[in-house]
């Protein structure tokens, strides 16, 4: 058996409470039919805070614990409109505040010092809260057609951020693992 084998995939995200987690639902639903992208469905919405990484699964306590030691207080999260990383990637935009940056932040530390993960993204690109509903699968040229219609989509949620999740890779999809914060 490899080392491999004995890990899992993890990352840690905020998650929209309901209605808004099902009406980002239903747009990711939407862009797969319509555009043949289903690698978004893999993975509830969610504002990534750490992008994925492998962790021996019989240490998970460890990711857990770590997790335990970030303090924040409930702060608002604003999403407006479609945005895009060409030529892939559509999400819905989302506010950038101080509040979810220092989440951001804070969580990255404790992974880094507790974990020892470092990601090297993190020192080539800022920090930029978006919640991902087509991607990876997206065709260029679908992309394009996707975009022309999304950027005019009105689409605007606000909600209050009050715990955040780590979230386990099954083999086939992302689950939540563990809620953090004001449960």
Sequence with gaps: MTGKENKSLYFV??????????EVLKVKE???????????????????LHMPFNYASKEEQRIVSALNKVRFQPFPVIQEGFGAFPPRVIYVNVESSSALTAL???????????????????????????????FRDLRPAKFKEAWKTMEKVPISFSWEARSFF?????????????????T
């Design 30 to 48: 939407e862009l797969s039919s319509s555009y043949n992208t289903k690698a978004a469905l893999n993975s509830p919405p969610h504002i990534t």
């Design 166 to 182: 780590l979230l386990k890779h099954d083999g086939h999809r992302w689950g939540l693992l563990k809620e953090f914060g004001d």
């Design 104 to 134: 951001h932040e804070s969580v990255t530390k404790v992974i880094r010092l507790d974990l020892r993960i470092v990601k090297d993204t993190y020192r080539n690109q800022g920090f930029k809260p978006h919640m991902t509903v087509a």
């Design 13 to 22: 995200a905020l998650v929209p409470p309901e209605p808004i987690f099902t």
